[in-house]
């Protein structure tokens, strides 16, 4: 089978020799958690009864998370743990011979340090190579390193995804932008890590940010709240904010109730709960002007947000808004934070007439303006339905954390081309 381009991005190749006094499934789900894209069981001192238990263990962790798992070398073992491929070296089981064994449907990788072995593995029915050691590597001390020039033409003479190894960490991945590759594979610099998760969101936001880059971005289209402008908390604690108006304090987590219904609904029932002698529209106007005065006089850019626009600007990248939030709310924000400069142009779901949930008409309408295609126009979003609406209309997509959405992390971070801690992060893709 021809592999997801993308399935390569962060590949992690487990060593027990880091394991400590971890459990290498334990250490497995670390960095699954961390923004993983496939993950190669290697063990070549284990007996085959016990390979095949830790391969049925991690293959298990490895389908939880939706991950592509890959046994090293060991036929065998692939067959009998159900994995979804191998990866195979110059001196294993040639490429056809283990297509022959595994299955039309199965993955197969080769490890190639030179233009012929790439093309011999690619006409041998390889999905995908795997080349180096691109900054040397302590994992195989008879690896030397291979140059950028070398690693380049092999990503260049073969229409398979290549992916650099050997000696790959978060600080050199910078050095492999322009060589055509799929991808880097990791060893040392995500187990060795003592806090795994973490090492593996920065490589992966590294590796991620060089893929876009090579995209050549032509717009790009920012959700307001959660991205932006941190007003998320304004939205979380706007009950509490306006009963306090009324002089009612109460340790009820009203805002759960409230948010999910519409502004009317919501006020509806503050209404019925609470001793408030006003009209269901007194509430909602009330409310809306409550939140008005956060916009004009309180809710802070996002950190990073200002200094983004600004590199995006002088990229000659066009950028909008397209947000869920009324205009009157997104003008004063822009205008007082000062980024409104930075701004093209601003859309928003009521003008529209349609959210993001139901369809990708905001985002439309700013690209449009933009000139733009879907193919090289970047939409940052926080939430998991704007992801999913913006991904299936084929638009590019930048994922961006923020607390109000903390549960949907883990589903975003799989979609996304690229995922973001904070805007601070974002480095290589002008």
């Known amino acids: 089978m021809a592999i997801e381009r993308d399935r390569l991005r962060l590949y992690a190749v487990t060593d027990r020799s880091w394991t400590r006094e971890r459990p290498l499934c334990e250490q497995v789900e670390q960095a699954l958690r961390g923004g993983v894209t496939m993950v190669q069981l290697r063990e070549k001192n284990l007996a085959q009864e016990e390979f095949l238990r830790e ?99 092999i990503c260049h ?44 969101e920065r490589m992966r936001c590294e590796v991620d940010q060089l893929m876009l880059a090579e995209k050549k971005l032509q717009g790009a289209i920012f959700d307001m709240d959660g991205v932006l402008l941190d007003s998320m908390p304004v939205w979380e604690t706007i009950t509490g904010r306006y009963l306090a108006t009324q002089g009612i304090f109460t340790e009820t987590d009203c805002n759960a109730f409230v ?17 408030l002698e006003k009209t269901t529209e007194q509430i909602v106007n009330e409310i809306v002007a409550l939140i008005l005065k956060a916009y004009q006089e309180e809710i802070p850019a996002k950190p990073g947000a200002a200094e983004l626009l600004q590199a995006l600007q002088k990229a000659g990248v066009k950028v909008t808004v397209a947000t869920a939030s009324a205009r009157e709310l997104v003008t004063p924000a822009f205008e007082r934070t000062g980024l ?21 008409a905001v985002y439309d309408r700013a690209r449009e303006f933009m000139g733009t295609d879907r193919a090289h126009s970047l939409v940052f979003e926080d939430s998991l339905h704007g992801i999913r609406t913006a991904k299936k209309a084929g638009y590019l997509t930048a994922g ?20 973001l801690e904070s805007l601070e992060d974002a480095r290589y893709i002008v």
């Open 55 to 153: 391969a049925n263990e991690v293959g298990a962790l490895c389908r939880r998370f939706g991950v592509p798992f890959l046994i090293n070398d060991n036929v065998e073992v692939a067959l009998a743990c159900g994995a979804d491929g191998v990866h195979l070296g110059q001196t294993d089981r040639k490429p056809e011979q283990a297509r022959r064994l595994l299955g039309a449907d199965k993955i197969i990788g080769v490890s190639a340090r030179t233009v012929e072995q790439a093309l011999a593995a690619q006409e041998q029915g390889a999905d995908y190579l795997g080349s180096g050691a691109v900054f040397g590597t302590a994992t195989k001390e008879d690896a030397k390193p291979l140059s950028f020039e070398d690693f380049s033409a």
């Open 259 to 275: 948010a999910t219904k519409t502004m009317t609904g919501g006020a509806e029932y503050l209404r019925t709960h609470f001793p």
């Open 340 to 360: 409104s400069k930075y701004i093209d142009g601003v859309f928003t779901c009521p003008e529209v007439g349609i959210g993001k949930e139901e369809s990708p």
């Open 400 to 419: 961006i954390h923020d607390p109000s959405s903390e549960k949907e992390q883990d589903a975003i971070r799989g979609l996304v081309d690229l995922y």
């Open 157 to 200: 003479a073969v229409s398979i995804p290549v992916v650099a190894i050997g000696g790959v960490a978060q600080d050199n991945i910078p050095q492999l932008a322009g060589s055509g590759m799929a991808g880097v594979a990791v060893i040392r610099a995500l187990f060795a890590s003592r806090d795994i998760t973490a090492a593996a």
